[in-house]
């Protein structure tokens, strides 16, 4: 469906035993209602998939490996993922970048194997200080050279036919709750987001620009996911530490499924 609004959840490294995924799982399932306009994604770690694939919810995972197989001592195959039941995999995000040196041209590799398994990548972009938007809140020429760098390097070999299977979140790294916690204003989000567009036509066509599925993430909450959706315009969320609260999570899906 054209406008249906994904709200993702990445759990990062949490929770930290099945007991608790249990606990969190059930609450999700009993307060979170199916609509046909929104998806309700959920990215575990690895080891709790199969405990979220049997909860009903669309499962996403948060990493994968570029290659389909072999010796990769502790990585994870897109191919692995796919059999799991996976549908969508998270790609670049900012702290695979920080803590495990990710670089733009493994992004690259691991959006391709991805997408090589028909599985949709949710590729993660953003600019580090908050003082990449100009007192106007216009991206400032050092914001649009990082986040137009990540994009096109990430999008290498990419066809526009595979262009059409990719996710955006604009995540702005500043805004994460780990980092400041201060949530980037939506204004801003819905400029950002327009630049990622205009990237995409340059790259593809208009169409794709058009169409292309862009999320905002960094301090989402239940409070403020409405201004996200509905002023900056975004086509869903992808929300961290507010996921692994049930009812603050659930509460942010409710406030996205009353806009429907
Ligand atoms: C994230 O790191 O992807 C994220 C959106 O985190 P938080 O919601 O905690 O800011």
Redesign the pocket.
Known sequence: MKNKKLI?A?W?MNPTNLKEVGHLLSSLKRDIKKTEKTEVIICPPFVYLPQVKDSGFTLGAQNCFWEDKGAYTGEVSAAMLKDLGCEYV?VG???RKKYFQETDEMVNKKLKIILKNRLKPIL?VGEETRDTFSSEGMPTNEMSLIIGEQIEKALIDVSSAKMKEIVI?Y?PIW?????T?I?CLPDDAMKAALFIRKILNKLYNRTIAEKAKILY?????SQNVIDYIKEARMDG???????LNANEFAKIVEKVIELE
């Open positions: 993702i990445n990062k998270l995000h900012s702290e993660c979140a995540e805004a994460i709750s780990n980092n916690g949530p993430g960094g301090s989402v909450n969320v992808l929300v961290g530490s507010a996921s």
